[in-house]
């Protein structure tokens, strides 16, 4: 293990291991994970092409050779309509290309303080110990990305064409702005993100079981302004999903089937007849109070990132269908967990980060899909289940703040932060956990088509 430690800290041989492990990374996705052919991205590109150039009714097209059709708010199609304009491989082009921008730009809000607290703590052991670890934020970026992208979630929305990774951007980029002190702009995106796609919906909430009434404001009058845009551009389409679209589950595939992992999948593959409505009903309700409780309990705490964390996970719990793909809302909790461990001492984190890692390849592993074709028994219970599992788990035990800042001499209110710190005359908001600690640290399933 020395050697190995050795190899990863001395900078002259990081260029080479980083190539090394981007190329595995890369081998292995074009190798070994199924492949889904971009389907999603078919399901858009033809819904929008239809609509467009053939007249079609958005909620009317089916991709051929299948039963599945579009099934987001009609704002979804008004964004996605410049798909009318390119090729089919330009939109598949487009939509990699936007999953990857979102990637990086989670990489370095969730991670990006984890990686400078940690070279920081290495630079102050001494001058001879700081120039060792030159260039250390690149390479363990490098690496982060490459697990990242091993992530079986991850690489589904790609695979897919998925939207998932942007709409968890939108919703971060609101989280920072509230975790920074920017909160008076803070709604916009999740109001984006709840028009896409209802899932988000849950975060309005969240401002509002936090106090953050004007945001949630914001968040609703975006997300009504978006509809109604959406709504005058083809009301037919609007009155369709509403009514009707909507309700249909069966657009977007069966609920039983083994890639959805939500609590609603679990009852429908232990009752494939007849799932109990009011067993789910009573599960949800459970399951948001215990959101709510620990959401609360995180920003009174000062922790912005774990509440959203925690609404995301909340979320994919509660949703009628959580397709594999939709469990990118998983990261940030995975990402604050492993933060926590690594914040403690070296001989406490050892079994926490063990801990992480264990999760970590269980959900990079596939092991649901062992049950694709019989999700029966007790064995089929806890197998086929293992992500929802892992969800429930991680709303239940939730990290605690990360890195809280060191106790000053005075503290008072910042405008759009939950509490502040001030040390040696430099401010910091508490609420943006290990967001932002200037105080502290100056460096800083096929055809889901859902």
């Not at 397709?323 to 998983?330: A, D, K, R, S, Y």
Request: net charge positive.
């Amino acid at each position: 293990m020395r050697r190995v430690r050795d190899a990863l800290t001395t900078t002259g041989r990081r260029p080479a291991i980083a190539a090394a492990l981007v190329v595995a990374t890369a081998v292995f996705l074009a190798t070994v994970p199924l492949h889904r052919g971009f389907f999603d991205v078919g399901v858009y590109y033809g819904t929008v092409n239809d609509w467009v150039h053939h007249d079609g009714r958005i909620y009317d097209y089916l991709r051929p050779g299948t039963q599945y059709g579009f099934t987001y708010p009609p704002f979804a199609a008004v964004v996605m309509l410049p798909m009318a304009l390119v090729s089919w491989h330009v939109a598949i082009a487009i939509s990699a290309v936007l999953s990857a921008v979102a990637s990086a730009l989670l990489l370095r809000w969730l991670a990006g303080p984890a990686v400078r607290r940690l070279v920081a703590r290495r630079a102050d052991t001494g001058p001879g110990a700081a120039r060792h670890d030159d260039g250390r934020p690149w390479f363990v970026f490098v690496v982060a990305g490459c697990l990242f992208a091993l992530f079986e979630p991850v690489r589904d929305t790609f695979s897919f064409g998925q939207v998932n990774l942007l709409l968890v951007a939108l919703v971060f980029a609101d989280a920072r702005l509230l975790a920074t002190g920017r909160g008076r702009y803070a709604g916009i995106g999740i109001g984006l993100a709840t028009a896409i796609k209802l899932t988000p919906a849950l975060f309005i909430g969240y401002l509002l079981i936090t106090g953050r009434r004007r945001q949630a404001g914001v968040a609703t009058g975006t997300a009504g302004a978006a509809t109604l845009l959406a709504a005058l551009i083809d009301p037919g389409a609007s009155r369709a999903f509403w009514t009707s679209a909507l309700w249909d589950t069966d657009r977007v595939g069966a609920l039983g089937y083994v890639s959805n992992q939500s609590l609603q999948g679990v009852l429908a593959r232990l009752q494939p007849d007849h799932p109990s409505r009011l067993v789910w009903l009573v599960c949800v309700v459970a399951v948001l109070a215990v959101w709510a409780y620990r959401a609360r309990a995180a920003v009174r705490d000062g922790d912005d990132r774990t509440g959203f964390a925690l609404t995301g996970l909340a979320a994919c719990l509660v949703s009628p269908v959580t397709w594999v793909h939709h469990l990118v809302w998983l990261i940030p909790a995975l990402l604050i967990l492993t933060d926590s461990a690594l914040s403690r001492s070296p001989g406490a984190r050892r079994w926490p980060l063990a801990a992480c890692g264990a999760l970590y390849v269980v959900l990079c592993s596939s092991v649901v899909w062992l049950w694709r074709w019989d999700s029966s028994g007790p064995a089929a219970f806890l197998g086929a289940n293992a992500y929802v599992w892992i969800t429930l788990g991680l709303l239940l035990v939730p990290p605690g703040p990360v890195g809280r800042t060191r106790p000053g001499p005075r503290a008072r209110r910042l405008p759009g932060a939950t509490t502040a710190v001030v040390t040696d005359g430099v401010p910091a908001t508490r609420s943006a956990g290990a967001w932002r600690r200037r105080a502290v640290d100056p460096s800083g399933g096929r055809g889901s088509s859902g």
